[in-house]
């Protein structure tokens, strides 16, 4: 165990205080009881077995798609879950030896577990789709009924009918029904994937173009840890909101408090909102208004330029495009990104604070004094959020920020970032091989409902599509696991109803999941999954996590509810049925597949115990990273010759010949821009859209919230108790509409409108909504979301290079509602 980054100055009060302001909604729930009642005239009836009356504790863990992986103690009394609790840590004083305690979503997996909308049983539509009838089958019905719809569609249109759905519900699961299921496909024939995630497509979509690539030259990420903050003074994070979205004992809250205690930097936070990290890390809050974040950094950049602060010489030597002398041959006089600041290229603007004042609500006062303090700082980490490039001009103002540290030459050295999330260490764990997919073709991971519209429409050059320049043959069979995707995560539901409500097009949809979702309200086959505590796996701290990386065995607490089998255990009767049995299980078991893939794992990690040890015992192994190792492009600031980019250049390109050329090829619809420089964009349904805002005056943002985890626990009371969702409004707006705090509100535009309590609350800037995105969607008679979804109300036009989700980007007007 690696405690060399163990704080020195660490002050275990401050931090407990600290602790108590983030985790006071987890402490709240412990109060909470399970009603007696509550879910048990679901559970199957009991059957005795050994070990009758004796408490036994299994470890599991939540595995849902917050970045973090919390192993979970599972309490258990004659196969019923009796508590939650979490793993003891070996000394919580210490970073790198601390308990990796759950949130409040982890310690709701008993409600979660025995919760009345559960699936039960296997079910096939009999109402029409999307109406959410349907009848029980057997498990052999059901698998034969999967088997034929495959080979049907296979046999008539081929396997680039078969699109393989985005679904994070079991992202930290590893043998997890996600591979298994593209492992049989991939027997089969293949599928279409899809690239980019709804999280994070533009941002990692665009840092290829300034940075090379999303990794650095060693295959790590392209991210400094945020225990790098130890060595810094000043941290700004846009859009960044660690204190909600990174809640775990194991993950990034915990590392940045610990970073934080050490160094006592100053916490800049530029959002909309006031979030819950500007309480926690006792920050300055400036709010923004959405989608205005590049004009915010070229104004600060406009400062430099006119201070004198810009280090002419160290941009000469790390850049290409910051002025005429370093743009690539044969780009257009002008069109560097110094020119654009001064207001010498196309446009003619110079970006003063003044000119930004009016597009971002920030004074110029303050965006002065911002230039300012990251300039005087030694060392500033500079980060982002993925909600702001989650816009529809996201590419441009991720780069934007991530261009900020390089202008100011905080990158490559201790304490600073180069404006990125900021990395995280993966515990190294073998998975079950899914085998190779012999069809190349992906589309973008938000152009889905297009790819059945109207899939052979759909080109590499209007619709990113990758590995052909088109898709012959549109969608005709939807897999769909562990996915809340296509009834309430996706973007416009009222006309993503429409394209799925239409059978001639997608042929098949397969739904499986463990509770009826307003996805599953598609199926026309639904099959129910067993939840994490009724399986076992193998599995390491997830994606996001931070510099501590550990290994967890999960181990079936109780066996599975109602009919629910394992997804492998099914997964091999329809390969059996398909005749690719022995090339799908290659003779193993589930349980086999996870003792290989110990073994695997062991084997390039002897120290670890042998697997018959590992029983019981949850976090086999914790790691610390030495964060000294992962500072962003230390490699190249150091030797830039030597350790050059995979840039054309081998430079940061601020100006990217590759982006002006893929403007010029590509077919872009006529409002879309794309520029070879981070400069700031107008969006349709932005700040300066005149006649949308005339119509809908209100800018709406989503945001994460405590009480769910995107859609997964969004149904549970108890949480909708503890963290209530809402819609903020300034009280200057909501005076103008005569709201008041707690009224039930209409959010509306031309896309849907939906119900929500209103939070009328100064820590959201005036002109601006934000709804928690991820509540479940359920329309009343009207069409009314009365689930207050806020994907009713957003929009399916995609960004201009990732053709990602610009959830962030709406316009909507609310009203005070009369029943
Ligand atoms: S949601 Fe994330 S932080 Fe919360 S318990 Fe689950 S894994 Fe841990």
Same mark, same amino acid.
């Given at each position: 165990m690696d405690n060399t980054n163990k704080p020195q100055n660490f002050s275990r009060r401050n931090f407990l205080q600290k602790s108590l302001l983030v985790g006071g909604a987890a402490a709240l729930m412990n109060k909470f009881t399970m009603p007696l009642a509550y879910g048990q005239a679901d559970l199957p009836a009991k059957v005795p077995f050994a070990g009758e009356n004796q408490e036994t504790i299994s470890y599991s863990a939540c595995l849902v798609n917050c970045g973090s992986r919390c192993p979970l103690k599972v309490h258990v009394k004659n196969d019923i879950i009796t508590k939650i609790s979490s793993e003891d840590g070996i000394n919580d004083a210490i970073f790198g030896q601390h308990q990796i305690r759950p949130c409040l979503r982890g310690r709701a997996v008993r409600w979660r577990t025995y919760n009345p909308e559960r699936l039960k049983f296997p079910m096939l539509r009999v109402g029409k789709r999307g109406e959410g009838k349907f009848k029980r089958i057997s498990w052999d019905e059901a698998t034969d009924i999967l088997a034929s719809k495959l080979r049907h569609t296979i046999d008539t249109y081929g396997n680039e009918a078969i699109f393989y759905q985005y679904g994070s519900g079991t992202t930290g699961a590893n043998l997890s029904g996600r591979g298994m299921s593209k492992r049989l496909l991939n027997t089969l024939g293949g599928f279409v994937d899809y690239h980019g995630t709804y999280s994070d497509a533009q941002i990692m979509t665009i840092q290829p173009y300034l940075f090379g690539s999303t990794n650095n030259n060693y295959g790590t990420q392209l991210q400094s840890l945020f225990d790098q903050i130890k060595h810094s003074d000043l941290v700004v994070m846009f859009g960044q909101n660690i204190a909600e979205t990174r809640m775990s004992g194991g993950g990034q809250v915990t590392e940045l408090y610990h970073a934080l205690a050490e160094s006592n930097a100053k916490v800049i936070i530029i959002d909309p909102r006031c979030n819950d990290s500007v309480v926690a890390y006792n920050a300055d809050w400036?709010?923004?208004?959405?989608?205005?974040?590049?004009?915010?950094?070229?104004? $600060?950049?406009?400062?430099?330029?006119?201070?004198?602060?810009?280090?002419?010489?160290?941009?000469?030597?790390?850049?290409?495009?910051?002025? =005429?002398? =370093?743009?690539?041959?044969?780009?257009?006089?002008?069109?560097?990104?110094?020119?654009?600041?001064?207001?010498?290229?196309?446009?003619?603007?110079?970006?003063?604070?003044?000119?930004?004042?009016?597009?971002?609500?920030?004074?110029?006062?303050? $965006?002065?004094?911002?230039?300012?303090?990251?300039?005087?700082?030694?060392?500033?980490?500079?980060?982002?959020?993925?909600?702001?490039?989650?816009?529809?001009?996201?590419?441009?103002?991720?780069?934007?920020?991530?261009?900020?540290? $390089?202008?100011?030459?905080?990158?490559?050295?201790?304490?600073?970032?180069?404006?990125?999330?900021?990395?995280?260490?993966?515990?190294?764990?073998? /998975?079950?091989?899914?085998?190779?997919?012999?069809?190349?073709?992906?589309?973008?991971?938000?152009?889905?409902?297009?790819?059945?519209?109207?899939?052979?429409?759909?080109?590499?050059?209007?619709?990113?599509?990758?590995?052909?320049?088109?898709?012959?043959?549109?969608?005709?069979?939807?897999?769909?696991?562990? =996915?809340?995707? $296509?009834?309430?995560?996706?973007?416009?539901?009222?006309?993503?109803?429409?394209?799925?409500?239409?059978?001639?097009?997608?042929?098949?949809?397969?739904?499986?999941?463990?509770?009826?979702?307003?996805?599953?309200?598609?199926?026309?086959?639904?099959?129910?999954?067993?939840?994490?505590?009724?399986?076992?796996?193998?599995?390491?701290?997830?994606?996001?996590?931070?510099?501590?990386?550990?290994?967890?065995?999960?181990?079936?607490?109780?066996?599975?509810?109602?009919?629910?089998?394992?997804?492998?255990?099914?997964?091999?009767?329809?390969?059996?049925?398909?005749?690719?049995?022995?090339?799908?299980?290659? /003779?193993? =078991?589930?349980?086999?597949?996870?003792?290989?893939?110990?073994?695997?794992?062991?084997a390039n990690n002897p120290d670890l115990p042998t697997f018959t040890k590992t029983d019981g015992q949850g976090v086999i192994d914790r790691r610390l990273a030495d964060s000294n190792e992962h500072i962003a492009l230390k490699d190249f600031r150091d030797d830039p010759i030597n350790q050059p980019l995979k840039t054309p250049s081998g430079k940061i390109e601020l100006y990217s010949q590759t982006l002006a050329n893929i403007a010029s090829d590509w077919e872009l619809d006529e409002k879309d821009k794309l520029y070879p420089i981070p400069a700031y964009l107008p969006a349709i349904e932005g700040v300066e859209d005149v006649a949308g805002l005339e119509k809908y005056p209100l800018q709406l943002t989503g945001y994460h919230t405590k009480g769910h985890c995107h859609s997964s626990y969004a149904n549970l009371p108890q949480l909708k108790e503890a963290s209530a969702d809402a819609v903020w409004i300034n009280p200057i707006d909501a005076e103008k509409r005569q709201i008041k705090h707690g009224q039930l509100v209409e959010v509306y535009n031309d896309r849907g409108r939906l119900y929500l309590p209103a939070k009328v609350t100064p820590r959201i800037i005036p002109g601006v909504l934000a709804i928690p995105q991820g509540a479940w969607a359920k329309t009343n008679k009207d069409g009314v979301d009365i689930g207050g979804c806020i994907n009713r109300l957003t929009s399916q036009r995609p960004t201009v290079l990732a053709k990602g989700n610009p959830q962030h980007t709406n316009l909507v007007d609310v009203k005070l509602l009369s029943l």
């Open positions: 400036i709010p923004i208004r959405p989608g205005t974040d590049a004009a915010l950094v070229a104004a $600060i950049s406009y400062t430099l330029i006119q201070e004198n602060r810009i280090d002419e010489e160290m941009l000469a030597k790390y850049c290409v495009g910051w002025d =005429s002398q =370093s743009l690539p041959e044969g780009a257009p006089l002008n069109s560097d990104y110094k020119s654009y600041i001064l207001g010498l290229g196309k446009d003619n603007v110079a970006k003063t604070p003044e000119w930004a004042e009016k597009l971002t609500g920030i004074s110029a006062q303050r $965006i002065r004094q911002l230039a300012l303090e990251i300039s005087d700082a030694k060392a500033a980490w500079i980060s982002q959020g993925w909600g702001v490039q989650r816009t529809q001009t996201g590419e441009h103002a991720a780069r934007a920020i991530m261009t900020l540290p $390089i202008m100011t030459g905080h990158f490559g050295r201790p304490g600073t970032n180069i404006g990125t999330w900021g990395g995280s260490v993966a515990y190294p764990v073998a /998975g079950m091989p899914t085998l190779s997919n012999p069809v190349k073709v992906t589309i973008p991971v938000f152009m889905w409902t297009k790819a059945i519209d109207d899939g052979e429409s759909l080109t590499a050059k209007n619709a990113f599509i990758k590995g052909k320049d088109k898709l012959d043959v549109g969608i005709k069979f939807l897999w769909n696991y562990a =996915s809340n995707v $296509i009834g309430n995560q996706h973007a416009d539901l009222n006309k993503t109803h429409q394209i799925l409500a239409d059978e001639s097009k997608c042929e098949f949809i397969l739904v499986w999941d463990t509770h009826m979702t307003a996805s599953a309200k598609y199926a026309d086959l639904l099959l129910p999954d067993v939840s994490g505590v009724e399986t076992s796996d193998l599995i390491n701290n997830s994606y996001q996590s931070g510099a501590y990386n550990y290994l967890i065995r999960m181990q079936a607490a109780i066996k599975p509810l109602w009919e629910n089998r394992i997804t492998y255990d099914v997964l091999t009767d329809v390969a059996e049925k398909l005749n690719v049995k022995d090339a799908f299980t290659e /003779g193993k =078991s589930y349980q086999d597949w996870i003792e290989l893939c110990y073994e695997q794992t062991r």
